[in-house]
């Protein structure tokens, strides 16, 4: 008898431990910083320039929340901040971005801003080439490890993600890792998204509401508009364009 309850005692705490590291529901907070001095100085040069960047804060953040199950994820604009560059008329790039991913049919609707433009996209999950390296690093609590891809041909893009979290998704399109992504890089747009927090808590379905503002369009039609519309505009069209595809 003794041994009977040894041995169920074993096994209980064989599933607990395993349902620990391999969570595959909850909800993260990222939060997205930009470098808007960087981006101003890849912009133009000149005294106004300086003028501008005297007057606002070297980075902007937003937050984004983050519900995911085993089977599907969703990313969209979370608790309000200040945006530093409202005294100017402008918005934070992507700043209402919002992507759903379902992994049981590899689709990704997507609604994304482009200025005060909404455009939705609906697509197959990006599969990206992501080559692993060996650095780790602790971010929200959990032992991340990094991996290193490219967008757009020639973007960089620089990930963390953590195997103790089985459901392979990752703030706006990335996707693809041995578990979730927990920060991502973009050298080229001086942005990153970092997990502030980590909730193992079971999201309702009405979290997971379809994006549906916005035009229509392939990731190719909406690239197509973006440099016409833009096409004075130097490197600031290329630019916007990594933004849609982030």
């Known amino acids: 008898m003794k041994k009977s309850i040894y041995t169920i005692t074993i096994l209980l705490l064989a599933v607990v431990s395993a349902q620990a590291q391999f969570t595959t529901q909850g909800y993260i907070e990222f939060e997205r910083k930009v470098n808007i001095h960087r981006q101003f100085d890849d912009m133009q040069q000149g005294p106004w320039v300086e003028r501008m960047k ?43 971005n919002t992507v759903l991913t379902n992994f ?15 455009f939705l996209l609906q697509m197959p999950i990006r599969k990206m080439k992501w080559k692993l390296d060996a650095d780790v690093r602790t971010i929200a609590g959990y032992t991340c490890r990094k991996a290193v891809g490219i967008i757009c041909d020639s973007v960089y ?27 991502i890089a973009v050298p080229r747009l001086y942005t990153t998204w970092v ?17 549906q503002k916005g035009k229509k369009v392939s990731p190719q039609e909406l690239e197509k508009t973006i440099f016409s519309s833009m096409k004075d505009w130097g490197n600031f069209a290329s630019r916007n364009v990594w933004w849609v595809s982030i």
């Open 54 to 96: 005297a007057q606002i804060p070297k980075f902007s953040s937003s937050f984004f929340d983050y519900y995911f199950t085993a089977t599907k994820t969703i990313y969209k604009p979370g608790k309000e901040t200040e945006n530093p560059l409202k005294m100017f008329g402008g918005g934070t790039p992507a700043g209402k």
């Open 104 to 118: 049981l049919t590899d689709s990704v609707i997507a609604e994304k801003q482009v200025f005060e433009q909404a």
């Open 157 to 183: 893009v620089v990930a963390f993600y953590t195997e103790d979290i089985a459901t392979t998704g990752g703030p706006e399109m990335f996707a693809g890792l041995p578990g979730m992504i927990l920060e």
């Open 195 to 211: 997990a502030t927090k980590v909730q193992l808590t079971t999201p309702k379905e009405t979290d997971f509401v379809k994006p």
